[in-house]
């Protein structure tokens, strides 16, 4: 990884004109981008709110509302975070609600159904995602338009190591972010959940950034706290306890049949890991990205198998748990006759 300095340079400085997508819209989108306001813009431009989760961002949460400016008012909906958070984004002119945390989804969908928004829409950010200046003019745009659409998705390129990552399946990475208040909240999933919507969607044209400065240990702790969730859900899904969003109502940018996939085919799949590093390093050319590549197409192999660990364990104490239950209805029947 890299220090925290190293990665945000690229926002201090505005290089991030550089990240733009190569393409006729991206450049006129920098030939026309505009530099970071200090406040909300003005009244007369059509009111856009942006919603940034946090716990415990001490160290982005600043950049991140001062970048969010740019759009509108910023709500920061917080699980009480211990690091000062709260205190940090206020004094950045956020406005700060602590909730107590109850899982990723429900975090966002209480926030989108409790926070005090005014205007139509809403914009979706993580603490450590940027707004490029590209993206700002678009947002303000498509929100001015009454034709436009009920959402948006937004693609979103990581920097890694200071290096813009484009292969291995890990960009463009279409997710809707921009929407009109009231059409779209997030699927019953403990991790990596979708966003659904009632009306029509659409996609933007540029894009955020995601600027990874944790340690490296930090990012694995992190794979190994989402490795436990997905493992949870799985568990879930195998007992019956929750069966998720059907696919057909499910909006995303992939064909429909990529989230059957996902949800019927990969889980029964063997060597997942292997399949994983193959499908991120070279199927999808993650060697295209150099040794940064290299790096999360392993740690991507690493996460599936962290995966099916902690599913097999997880599996077992509930067959243990099962066995011993019968057992004792057994003697307790014995007893009984």
Known sequence: MVKRGMGYEYWIGLKIHQYEVDSPAARRGRDTAIAPRSGPPAMSQPLVEVLIPTFNEAGQ?????????????????????????????????????????????????????????RGQWVFILGAAERITPALVQEVLSRAADPKSSDAFFVKRLMLYTGRPIRHGGLYPAWSLRFFRRGHCRYEDRSVHDQMICDGITDYMNHQILHIRCETIEQYVNKQIYYADLESSEKLRLKTRQSQGSKDAILISHTPRYWQWVRRNFWPALTAKPLWRFLSTYFFRFGFLDGRPGWHLAVLAACYEYMISMIYREKLHRVVQAEKASNARREKLDEWRR
């Open 61 to 117: 949460i600043c950049d991140a509302v001062t970048n969010a400016f740019q759009l509108g008012p910023v709500f920061v909906l917080d699980s009480f975070s211990t690091d000062g958070t709260q205190v940090l984004a206020r004094r950045a002119g956020a406005t700060v609600v602590d909730h107590l945390f109850e899982g990723y989804t429900h975090q966002k969908n209480w926030g989108l159904a409790n926070l005090p928004f």
